[in-house]
């Protein structure tokens, strides 16, 4: 499909005008435009996972596992009813989570069911300090769990157990805005194999009655170059969904920026099948990219990536062309208008860190500070013109995009480390910096919460340009279209 030249001109003009968005990093224990409500360190046990919100109560997951040495593995609940003073009121504990050997690494909750839905993999050993075989073997152990909040929320009876065909990474929870008694799962599930999916996605309107059905699968590896899958890590790592469905937008790791066509999908059109549109070739690229999340901003033709690498203890572990450490990876803005050829048009960083020249300098170069750490982004949420955005050692990022994709901080979190934890994580706080934030950022009745692996759970109040807008939203996360998702982006 030719570009029209309209579209080929005024992206290549947003790419001139758009400058690159550089901003300071915060010092840990500093906060600009925000204000700190309530937190809780979670009874300083480290490697807290994601989180999900029910009503008035927090789930936390764990990245590592159930063995001796580690504090409170399971699934920790907090009641927020009142922010300022967040309390763990309980916990899911063993047989059902926090086990030896798996993480409960993904959270999310169907609110119209009740249902809190919990993934557990077989973590790794060096990233996640388990007592584990998943880096010889590959994770061998995979479920997603589903509890019934709404039954009782402190202490939820697990409902139904679903073990997908293959063990995925990252989920997106879609809910019909047509009908929401029907959700489904985006789920990806990495791999370089032509023929294995990259992503499943899993009606689970049944999760009540312990029905699963895989709907449909998707793999864009065959339509990469013989080159591209030799040089370049082509793996699906996470993806988001338009919130009518329509429209995935995948993260292709060192494949790129992807969007495919999933109209089928939504309609549940039996058989559907997903259409790739952005060849990868077509793909906007950058030093090395290695691409972890991608999410539109509502409303807008453009969309935002984040580049996670971790620090330089990972080299031994990739191929040579992922090269990990400092400079670290950032976020870029995309323009999406032409969905066969999207443009990068800008893009924002943490300064120092994310600025190659730092790399040379006794701080950047010092392995404390580039091994077991990382300066890279993460998770966002985001509104119209607003994004949120984990920073790993960068705290919680706060920026506006404008019109023609200028990315300009307007905010930013980092909190004041705890003294001590019971577990570090191995490759993102055995360093200088103790900062891990790690998860998507909840937008809640107007207040953002945020968890910290290290650290704990925060609860913050956004005060910066825009505060108004944010202090609207009931419900809004980056990895579903549950709550203002539907209205943010005019869906009918």
């Given amino acids: 499909m030719k570009r029209p030249l309209s579209l080929a001109v005024s992206a290549l003009l947003l790419a001139v005008l758009a400058p690159a968005g550089i901003a300071a990093a915060p010092e840990?224990?500093?906060?600009?435009?925000?204000?700190?409500?309530?937190?809780?360190?979670?009874?300083?046990?480290?490697?807290?996972?994601?989180?999900?919100?029910?009503?008035?109560?927090?789930?936390?997951?764990?990245?590592?596992?159930?063995?001796?040495?580690?504090?409170?593995?399971?699934?920790?609940?907090?009641?927020?009813?009142?922010?300022?003073?967040?309390?763990?009121?309980?916990?899911?504990?063993?047989p059902n989570e926090g086990n030896v050997s798996e993480t409960s690494r993904e959270l999310r909750v169907w609110p119209e069911a009740g249902l809190l839905m919990v993934l557990n993999f077989q973590c790794s050993a060096i990233l996640h300090a388990c007592t584990s075989q998943a880096d010889i073997t590959g994770p061998l152990i995979r479920n997603i769990k589903f509890y019934d909040v709404?039954?009782?929320?402190?202490?939820?009876?697990?409902?139904?157990?679903?073990?997908?065909?293959?063990?995925?990474?990252?989920?997106?929870?879609?809910?019909?805005?047509?009908?929401?008694?029907?959700?489904?799962?985006?789920?990806?599930?990495?791999?370089?194999s032509e023929t294995q999916p990259n992503?499943?996605?899993?009606?689970?309107?049944?999760?009540?009655?312990?029905?699963?059905?895989?709907?449909?699968?998707?793999?864009?590896?065959?339509?990469?170059?013989?080159?591209?899958?030799?040089?370049?890590?082509?793996?699906?790592?996470?993806?988001?969904?338009?919130?009518?469905?329509?429209?995935?937008?995948?993260?292709?790791?060192?494949?790129?920026?992807?969007?495919?066509?999933?109209?089928?999908?939504?309609?549940?059109?039996?058989?559907?099948?997903?259409?790739?549109?952005?060849?990868?070739?077509?793909?906007?690229?950058?030093?090395?990219?290695?691409?972890?999340?991608?999410?539109?901003?509502p409303g807008r033709p453009l969309a935002i990536t984040t580049d996670e690498v971790y620090g330089d203890l990972l080299d031994p572990l990739v191929q040579p062309q992922n090269d990990f450490g400092c400079p670290w990876g950032w976020v870029h803005v995309i323009d999406i208008r032409d969905e066969t050829h999207p443009v990068l048009v800008g893009d924002y960083r943490v300064h120092p860190e994310n600025d190659p020249d730092f790399c040379q300098t006794p701080e950047g170069s010092d392995p404390l500070n580039t091994f077991f750490t990382s300066y890279a982004a993460h998770n966002p949420t985001v509104l119209k013109d607003l994004a949120f955005v984990t920073w790993h050692s960068g705290g919680l990022q706060a920026f506006s995009v404008g019109r023609r994709g200028a990315a300009e901080q307007v905010g930013q979190f980092a909190p004041e480390p705890l003294p001590f934890v019971v577990t570090e994580d191995p490759a993102l706080s055995l360093?200088?910096?103790?900062?891990?934030?790690?998860?998507?950022?909840?937008?809640?009745?107007?207040?953002?919460?945020?968890?910290?692996?290290?650290?704990?759970?925060?609860?913050?109040?956004?005060?910066?340009?825009?505060?108004?807008r944010v202090g609207r939203i009931r419900f809004l996360e980056g990895n579903s279209n549950v709550g203002d998702a539907v209205r943010l982006e005019g869906v009918r």
Avoid: C
Avoid at 67 to 85: A, F, M, N, Q
Avoid at 224 to 240: G, I, K, N, T, Y
Avoid at 245 to 273: N, Q, W
Avoid at 435 to 455: A, C, E, Q
């Fill in 199 to 297: 992503l499943i996605i899993t009606d689970i309107s049944g999760a009540r009655d312990g029905v699963f059905a895989e709907v449909a699968t998707f793999n864009a590896n065959p339509a990469f170059s013989e080159q591209a899958e030799d040089e370049r890590d082509v793996r699906l790592h996470s993806m988001s969904v338009s919130a009518d469905g329509t429209r995935t937008y995948l993260a292709y790791l060192g494949g790129g920026f992807l969007i495919a066509d999933s109209s089928e999908v939504a309609a549940g059109v039996p058989e559907p099948e997903l259409d790739l549109l952005t060849p990868p070739e077509n793909s906007p690229t950058w030093p090395n990219q290695t691409v972890h999340s991608a999410i539109p901003l």
């Fill in 28 to 94: 840990p224990g500093t906060a600009e435009n925000f204000e700190l409500v309530g937190h809780h360190p979670l009874f300083n046990r480290g490697m807290n996972a994601a989180h999900a919100i029910f009503d008035h109560y927090v789930y936390v997951g764990s990245r590592t596992d159930g063995s001796p040495h580690h504090l409170r593995p399971g699934v920790l609940i907090v009641d927020v009813e009142d922010p300022s003073t967040p309390e763990v009121v309980g916990e899911i504990g063993p």
């Fill in 150 to 192: 709404a039954e009782d929320p402190v202490n939820p009876p697990l409902v139904s157990t679903y073990v997908p065909s293959r063990t995925p990474h990252e989920f997106y929870l879609w809910v019909d805005p047509a009908d929401p008694e029907r959700a489904l799962l985006w789920m990806s599930t990495p791999t370089t």
């Fill in 431 to 468: 360093g200088r910096n103790k900062v891990v934030m790690w998860s998507f950022p909840i937008i809640k009745d107007g207040l953002i919460y945020v968890v910290d692996i290290r650290n704990g759970l925060y609860i913050l109040e956004y005060t910066g340009p825009g505060h108004r």
